[in-house]
């Protein structure tokens, strides 16, 4: 029998206190001894829950009958309690709260593994929810953030309708010698707000501007740039990237398999293809799958490097131009390290 723990008994009938003593026995026995020499009440270890200690508190033994004893002396409770029965989660916790150097450790920890799950376990279920996603859902996010872009940057498109089914047939005929059997859909905008560029949409609605086709020395260079936007299609960048930014909705849908709480994301995508930038990881892979295209299809991978570096021309005349708008709404930035891997493609076949 271990040492008597002063307590507080609350009988669960009134509400008047009555100070006790407990006794824990190593056959798993609680007595409940009174000053007055009364009745001593025993209770196995199944009938009783100790409450886990938290520094200093007082803390509770549950009993049955809603009663309960309350324990101030924390110290004499832990002691007896490891005579009655293996150290519970609350003596752990305390011994933990009790060393700075444990407390130090743990910290350490969760920040490691916060910004593994962040730079890692994100990206991964963003991936993993984007393919998840139906094609009647990715087609309804599409139409949507092409309507709000009708209503904001887009004007109709100033082409000559024989001009537009030119490079449409142009664009069929190069995914057929490629074979690229996916289905994609070009549109033609107007847009001196945005000026010479190409957006890729979650339903694989590619939209090329008048100022882009008007920027280019040749149709092969169109067609080189709405490879790459392919790209961005078939890697499902578009959603990936939105994901990245909605780790919530990401655990849910990995969680519940219920992909129904992406279509709130809806509103984001319009303003991750006007006011941010593909990562430099997206583009690489964009760049890949373009180049693969271009080489299946006989085409010289030179036409993407080419357009890329008048485009970041255009950007940075507009920037000039327009107080740094440019800059920060143009979404594919082209680098030297880029154009340099794109050119060397052709030279390593």
């Not at 910290?107 to 993993?128: D, E, R, S, Y």
């Not at 499902?236 to 279509?263: C, E, F, K, P, Y």
């Amino acid at each position: 029998m271990s040492a008597g723990v002063p307590a507080t008994l609350y009988d669960g009938r009134t509400s008047r206190p009555q100070p006790v003593t407990l006794r824990f026995a190593g056959d798993g026995t609680l007595t409940i001894e009174t000053p007055e020499g009364g009745p001593v009440v025993a209770f196995h270890r199944a009938q009783v829950r100790v409450e886990s200690r938290l520094g200093d508190g007082p803390r509770f033994v549950r009993l049955p009958d809603d009663q309960r004893c309350e324990v101030t002396d924390n110290d004499s409770l832990d002691a007896a309690l490891r005579h009655w029965s293996a150290p519970g989660l609350g003596a752990w916790l305390h011994r933990v709260e009790q060393s700075w150097r444990l407390v130090l450790v743990s910290a350490v920890v969760l920040l490691v593994l916060g910004w593994v799950a962040i730079a890692h376990g994100v990206p991964w279920g963003a991936k993993h929810v984007a393919f998840m996603l139906p094609a009647g859902l990715l087609r309804t996010l599409g139409d949507q953030t092409l309507q709000t872009f009708d209503k904001t940057v887009f004007k109709p498109s100033q082409l000559d309708a024989e001009r537009r089914r030119e490079l449409q047939a142009k664009f069929t005929a190069f995914l057929n010698a490629a074979g690229d059997r996916d289905t994609y859909r070009i549109e033609f905008r107007a847009s001196p707000r945005l000026g010479a560029n190409a957006f890729a949409l979650p339903s694989g609605v590619i939209v090329i501007t008048d100022e882009l086709v008007k920027l280019a020395e040749s149709d092969e260079e169109i067609i080189a740039v709405v490879a790459h936007e392919c790209g961005h299609v078939q890697r499902r960048h578009i959603m990936r990237s939105v994901l990245q930014n909605s780790a919530i909705v990401v655990v849910m849908t990995l969680v519940t398999g219920d992909v129904s709480s992406v279509t709130a994301l809806g509103g984001a995508v319009p303003a991750l293809l006007l006011q941010s930038r593909f990562s430099r990881e997206f583009e690489a892979e964009a760049d890949a799958h373009a180049i693969e295209l271009l080489q299946r299809a006989g085409l010289p991978t030179g036409h993407l490097a080419s357009m890329l570096e008048r485009l970041e021309s255009s950007h940075r005349a507009d920037e000039d131009d327009d107080g740094g708008l440019m800059d920060y709404i143009a979404s594919h930035p082209p680098t030297r390290e880029r154009v340099k891997a794109i050119r060397d493609a052709d030279r390593d076949r």
